[in-house]
């Protein structure tokens, strides 16, 4: 095919020129027969990814840990003080682990990058005088784009056409002001950072809306040369993956500072120096809790997983670590809490707002005059309808919710328009959360009659601040006012339509003159809550979390949304932007006692509210859509971006709804709360197990018995018990218990008690069963032996009781997680073969245990559950607040 050169330097042709240039059509952009070959010519518009850590640096990764580092000094070691049996019981230890940690860590890794590909970058362009919504990858160079407010922009390109263009390039200049755009044509040497009429990829449109030219795709654009998708986020340690490294170090130099004085008695007691280091070398390898990092990691990684399936996708680990903590969820309404899927219930005008009571049922038939209001609504609405379907209740749109439902109620009204119709609109300002309103010029033929001139202009938004800006009789305004909160507590959603008389000259238009409106009626829509509301809301109240409402919409439409989903309401939790603007931060903070609802606030009001909140402690999970709404979601602590916001929005969130629904946001935190509590469990688990060794060998040392545990059979019990029945955790799937301090904070009451308090515990009992065997005068062989099967098997048997730290062991089951249980099974089976195979005999040391004896060990295995579930109850009954 003909070689589609394109000029390297596109901001320096002049915008008549362009057309030529890019071979194309300016108004219809290319047809499809060129676009696929363009495709093919240039590939398709996406980054090849910077190639993550391969499987090997996953794997090389694992061996740095401090713990595993630990290990491998610990086989170097017996293979100097040629014990090959114990190295090879280590070396075989730090494999598994390696393994297990690779296997984890290498998920979690695919997982994140999945998930990204969830998030599509979708663009509109025009080919074929067709403006469609596409996939960002089928873009090519020379296709027509649009870029809209609030999106990310997905490919070079050149600007032709545009209102108030103004985009955040910091991503790739790092200035973190947004830059305002034009057309004008700018000379070759303009650096990256200040060339005016070109947008890149990967960049935000802030404001405003442009026609551009696709000049490069790809990793042809200066963000793919970058190479800029790293995967930053799982090489980045999460706050309590962090904590756990520094833990472990701390444990590490503590069990070596014992372990040195252990070794240091032992020797002065005449003990062979030899055999002190290999006993030494076991209690390290022993006591070290090598799989915790495997365990985080694991849980994190299947968590992530698990809130993906339920269409909720975590950016990063550091996110899904703090999910389970959220104390406060600060929702929006609109596709949030309700479907989102409007219907048009009435139009009212002007007259009919001050003079009668508006009647609230659904209307069916409307006049003339109000079909004129829904028109002009209908033109001012950007919406692309991107399916041939015929019926209307089938469309799939893009746009803006509010204005999807317009072109949909109007076209089942029997309105439509062709893309013709609102070809030469001109947004003069777009709408935004702050302002409230927008304004549109359209065809004039569209206005209503009265206004049919080309001076006017449509102002669409928040009827009451039209009203507001409306030059109207005063007693008008106080029953239009009236009505219009009356109708709203009603739970309509109401959207003023008002004309404003502009000169065309006034190009720099701002919200601020907008005044003297000439205000026409509202439309009334009734948005229904989502069914799945209710149930939701209730689950996340019986955490002790709690929720609260942010809208932009009228005080009394709130209330009524949030009456209906099931909020705890009354007029008095309603504050609004109005009066929380008045209100310094200490009142505002006391009024947070009791406000659920925040009506009619600015993305500002949003963040002050969220920082707040935070200064009183509470952790908060808060949804946004808007462009606006990014210094909140930064501010939260966990940003919520609903999937059907901007691309500005999702940028900055942790989280992001795939479906936008509030159910989702509860399941993802109920996710998170399951996710610490595994992690809780397989810290106690295996922390507690750590100090067994340190005391059964110190012990006996300072006391002068023969060593109850040798070497070779501590590193051989410490090879199956812990990592597996650990990792098994991970998986657990048990319903998460309702209070909230059970899953708040990651080393609370019940973490420390549990760990320090059964560690000692059972490790203390442990060198009791030795001593009293021996001062029974009971042989010493069979005593070791009775506290080796004891040892080993009371590890694996309290993993069933660790299991849930918030319930006793009888009231769940034994055999759900599977991993759990083969683990359990299969370290049990390896035991009994080492007490009762000759073979194994041999290289452990062991001796077959009578059938007595196999029944007091059971006895010993009862007696640990039972001290376990004894603490567990405690915990669980008293340590709570
Ligand atoms: P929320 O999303 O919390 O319901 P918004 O800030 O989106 O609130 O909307 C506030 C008000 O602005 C709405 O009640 C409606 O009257 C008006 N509005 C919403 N979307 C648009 C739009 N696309 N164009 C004009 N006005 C709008
Ligand atoms: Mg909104």
Redesign the pocket.
């Known amino acids: 095919m003909d070689n589609i050169k394109l000029s390297e330097h596109p901001w320096t042709i002049e915008p008549n020129e362009l057309e030529k240039h890019f071979k194309t059509n300016i108004e219809k952009g290319l047809d499809n027969k060129e676009v696929e070959q363009r495709l093919k010519f240039y590939g398709s518009n996406e980054f090849t990814e910077n190639k993550s850590r391969g499987a090997f640096g996953i794997f090389f990764h694992q061996l740095n840990n401090p713990l595993i580092i630990v290990l491998i000094i610990a086989v170097g070691l017996t293979i100097y003080l040629n014990e090959w049996v114990d190295a090879t019981v280590i070396a075989l230890a730090v494999i598994i682990n390696a393994l297990l940690g690779f296997i984890q860590e290498y998920k979690a890794e695919r997982a994140i990058a999945d998930l990204k590909s969830y998030v599509r970058d979708r663009v509109r362009v025009v080919r074929d005088g067709v403006e469609h919504e596409i996939d960002a990858k089928l873009l090519v160079p020379g296709d027509l784009i649009h870029v809209v407010r609030g999106t990310r922009i997905s490919a070079d390109a050149r600007i032709i056409q545009e209102t108030n263009l103004t985009v955040d390039e910091s991503l790739l200049t790092g200035e973190s002001l947004p830059e305002t755009k034009s057309t004008e044509t700018i000379p070759e040497t303009t650096l990256l950072a200040d060339r005016t009429n070109m947008i890149y990829a990967g960049t935000l449109t802030v404001d405003g809306s442009a026609y551009a030219l696709v000049t490069k795709t790809g990793n042809h654009t200066e963000i793919g040369k970058l190479a800029y998708l790293v995967s930053e986020t799982i090489t980045e340690k999460t706050p309590l993956q962090k904590a756990v490294e520094k833990l472990t170090w701390v444990i590490m130099i503590v069990i070596s500072l014992v372990v040195l004085a252990v070794f240091g008695v032992g020797v002065m007691q005449d003990q062979p120096v030899y055999e002190m280091l290999l006993i030494s070398i076991a209690i390290i390898v022993g006591a070290v809790p090598e799989s915790l990092p495997i365990g985080i990691t694991s849980v994190l990684a299947i968590g992530v997983g698990r809130i993906a399936k339920k269409r909720g996708i975590m950016r990063s680990l550091t996110a899904a670590e703090t999910l389970g903590s959220t104390t406060l969820i600060m929702t929006?309404?609109?596709g949030t809490l309700t479907q989102a899927d409007m219907q048009l219930v009435d139009i009212t005008t002007l007259s009919d707002l001050s003079e009668k009571p508006v009647p609230t049922t659904i209307r069916e038939r409307y006049s003339g005059e109000q079909k004129e209001l829904l028109t002009m609504a209908l033109c001012s609405s950007d919406v692309v309808i991107e399916n041939d379907e015929d019926d209307p209740r089938n469309w799939e749109m893009s746009g803006?919710i509010?204005?999807k439902n317009i072109v949909k109620s109007a076209a089942l009204h029997g309105l439509r328009l062709t893309r013709d119709d609102r070809a030469n609109n001109q947004v003069r300002i777009p709408?935004n959360?702050k302002h409230?309103?927008?304004v549109i010029k359209i065809n004039k033929e569209f206005l209503p009659k009265k206004y049919a001139k080309d001076n006017f202009h449509v102002v669409?938004?928040?009827?009451d601040i039209l009203l507001g800006l409306s030059k109207m009789d005063k007693e008008i305004f106080h029953k239009t006012t009236d009505t219009i909160t009356q109708m709203s507590e009603n739970g309509r959603?109401?959207?003023?339509l008002a004309v404003i008389n502009l000169s065309e000259k006034q190009n720099d238009l701002k919200p601020k003159d907008i005044t003297e409106l000439d205000f026409l009626g509202v439309l009334s829509f009734y948005d229904p809550i989502r069914p799945e509301v209710k149930d939701a809301l209730q689950k996340i109240y019986s955490y002790g979390v709690k929720v609260v409402m942010a809208?932009?919409?009228?005080p009394g439409t709130a209330l009524n949304v949030a009456k209906e989903a099931g909020f705890i309401v009354d007029e008095k939790s309603v504050l609004t932007g109005k009066e929380i603007r008045q209100l310094n931060d200490k009142e505002l903070t006391e009024s947070l006692s009791y406000a659920k609802i925040f009506a009619r606030v600015t993305p500002e009001d949003k963040l002050r509210i969220v920082r707040l909140y935070q200064n009183q402690g509470e952790i908060v999970a808060m949804t946004g859509d808007g462009v606006n709404d990014s210094p909140s979601l930064k501010a939260a602590n966990i940003g919520v971006a609903v999937g059907s916001g901007s691309d500005v929005a999702k940028s900055v969130a942790d989280l992001v709804l795939l479906d936008d629904n509030f159910q989702t946001i509860v399941a993802t935190i109920e996710e998170g709360k399951r996710m610490l509590v595994n992690i809780k469990k397989i810290f106690v688990y295996l922390m507690s197990n750590s100090l067994d060794e340190v005391v059964l060998i110190g012990g006996a040392i300072l006391s002068g018995f023969a060593l109850p545990l040798s070497a070779i059979q501590i590193i051989w019990v410490n090879l199956f018990t812990g990592s597996i029945p650990a990792i098994a955790y991970a998986f657990d799937r048990q319903p998460v218990p309702k209070d909230n301090h059970a899953s708040r904070s990651f080393f609370d009451g019940p973490v420390k008690f549990l760990t320090i308090g059964t560690g000692i515990v059972t490790s203390l009992l442990l060198f009791l069963l030795y001593v009293v065997l021996i001062e029974l005068g009971i042989e010493i062989e069979v005593a070791q032996n009775v506290v080796f099967a004891c040892f080993g098997s009371y590890i694996l048997l309290i993993a069933f009781s660790f299991r849930n730290l918030n319930l006793p062991l009888f009231k769940y089951s034994l055999t759900e997680n599977k991993i759990l249980l083969y683990g359990v099974i299969g370290g049990l089976i390896l035991l009994l073969a080492t007490l009762y195979v000759p073979f194994l005999q041999n290289i452990f040391d062991t001796e077959a245990l009578s059938l007595p004896w196999l029944i007091f060990v059971i006895f010993w295995l009862i007696l640990n559950v039972a001290i376990i579930e004894g603490a567990k109850w405690i915990s669980y009954t008293y340590l709570k607040k």
């Open positions: 929006d309404k609109t803006s509010l204005e709408f959360s409230k309103f927008s669409m938004g928040a009827p959603r109401l959207l003023g809208t932009g919409d009228l």
